[in-house]
């Protein structure tokens, strides 16, 4: 039996994607292994948002040659945002890969297999099916709307996943149905831009109409979505969160930076007032919403004075999580080429961890709010000889009980609580 391993890399949709690919393997016969030595087949899903993680795909390409040079049979695949138009480039450096493919370039990656007589299924949707047979979890992520058209001034995304291309209200309603059937209870719907979903399909359905006929589908017990852009973040949206029972009151929506003249050369879109505007319009209508955002420090031009507003408006919203990340200059991208990286490492480096400790001190402070009360978790697996699963809003809890609790909704009196996440009991 020919085996495959799938090494991914970077954010949620490449980890959607890569459960696409495992279908389309599984329909050829191949097997999941657990490491690189023991697949006839390995698929590297890569991400180059940041120099660190391009690092890392570079390392593992390299570590490959080696064992592609002991194992000649060995095939290599890969896809992820280290792939565009630069195959022949690609090609060139890395003459081990047997097979380079956009992100979601399901066709070539047919093709490429029937050339290799494998007996491929064709017909599968295109962005179809999560694999219950690997990942046995309850939850399932649905790429919605694929490439983003924002150019914010640091990001390589656009350049390598291209123009906002949305698919179908009927087709994803049809998947998630399907998924359902199969066992799924919550759907995490995604896109670098979510919120902007549907503008280019005829009628312009927007993300909240999806979520309103996504809400129908019966035995579909939660629904979550990222990221948001906070510029397509509109009140009709905010309304559905609000009315619709299964919606999660938990929104990803990146700031990115506290100064508007850094949100200026970012491209965002927003002043750091329309943002605030839109934080007090949500916790308005939706008082019991968490929020997490995105966070770059160490942007060109970034004086201690300006990044002193980006850790205040860390301290004012109180999010819930904050990812932080040191700004890394992208090859192609508008900052790369316009401003200098001139704030040094060891200073961007400073400054991600004194956001990162104050926003611990207020994540301990906002779960610690949770402790004695109880919470609906929904179990996705076990770690270390615990349950686990998320709330509503998106925390972790962990738990033991001898009981077999796998994609079942727990009531859990919370009894310990950290930044990271929540500890319980199975209220019965
Ligand atoms: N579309 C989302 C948004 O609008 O924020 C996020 C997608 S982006 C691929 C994920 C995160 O990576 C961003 O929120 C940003 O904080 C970070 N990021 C993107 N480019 C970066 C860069 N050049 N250096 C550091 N962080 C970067
Ligand atoms: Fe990148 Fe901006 Fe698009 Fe997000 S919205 S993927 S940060 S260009």
Not at 129 to 157: E, H, K, M, T, W
Request: aromatic letters at 6%; one cysteine or more; proline letters at 5%.
């Amino acid at each position: 039996m020919a085996r495959y391993f799938i090494w991914t890399i970077g954010c949620q949709m490449n980890k959607a994607e890569s459960q696409q690919i495992a279908g389309y393997l599984g329909s050829a016969g191949y097997q999941a292994a657990t490491s690189f030595s023991h697949a006839d087949l390995v698929v590297l899903n890569t991400c180059v948002v940041r120099q660190s993680a391009e690092d890392k795909v570079l390392g593992t390409l390299a570590l490959l040659k080696g064992l592609k040079s002991e194992h000649p049979n060995l095939q290599i695949l890969v896809t992820g945002c280290l792939v565009n138009s630069n195959t022949q480039e690609l090609r060139r450096r890395f003459p081990h890969v047997d097979l380079l493919f956009k992100p979601g370039d399901y066709p070539e990656l047919i093709a490429w297999a029937q050339q290799q007589g494998m007996p491929i299924e064709q017909r599968l949707p295109r962005y179809a099916r999560n694999d219950r047979r690997l990942a046995p979890s309850p939850c399932a992520l649905i790429p919605i709307i694929q490439g983003c058209d924002n150019f914010c001034s640091y990001c390589i995304v656009p350049y390598r996943r291209g123009k906002e291309v949305s698919r179908s209200v009927g087709e994803i309603v049809c998947e998630v149905e399907q998924l359902v059937r199969q066992g799924i209870k919550e759907v995490t719907l995604l896109g670098q831009n979510v919120d902007s979903y549907g503008h280019d399909l005829p009628g312009h359905p927007e993300l909240a109409d999806l979520l309103n006929e996504l809400s129908s589908v019966d035995n579909l017990v939660r629904i979550r979505f990222l990221t948001n852009h906070p510029k397509d973040m509109n009140l009709k949206l905010i309304n559905t969160v609000a009315s619709q029972n299964k919606v999660c009151e938990h929104l990803e929506l990146p700031v990115q930076a506290g100064d508007d003249d850094i949100l200026r050369a970012m491209r965002r879109g927003y002043a750091v007032e329309q943002y605030r505007e839109l934080v007090n319009t949500i916790r308005r209508k939706v008082p019991q919403i968490s929020l997490s955002t995105d966070i770059i420090v160490g942007f060109p031009g970034e004086t201690e004075e300006k990044f002193e507003r980006s850790l205040s408006l860390v301290q004012e919203m109180r999010f819930d999580v904050v990812h932080v990340a040191a700004y890394s200059p992208r090859p192609g991208t508008i900052a790369c080429r316009e401003y200098q990286d001139d704030i040094p490492a060891e200073m961007k480096k400073k400054r991600l961890n004194k956001i990162e400790e104050l926003q611990a001190t207020i994540a301990g402070e906002i779960n610690s709010q949770l402790q004695g009360r109880q919470e609906e978790v929904l179990v996705e697996g076990r770690k270390g000889g615990k349950w686990f699963g998320r709330t509503r809003s998106n925390k972790l809890v962990f738990f033991e009980d001898a009981g077999n609790w796998l994609g079942q909704l727990a009531r859990i009196h919370i009894e310990k609580t950290s930044p990271w996440s929540l500890g319980g009991e199975v209220k019965k």
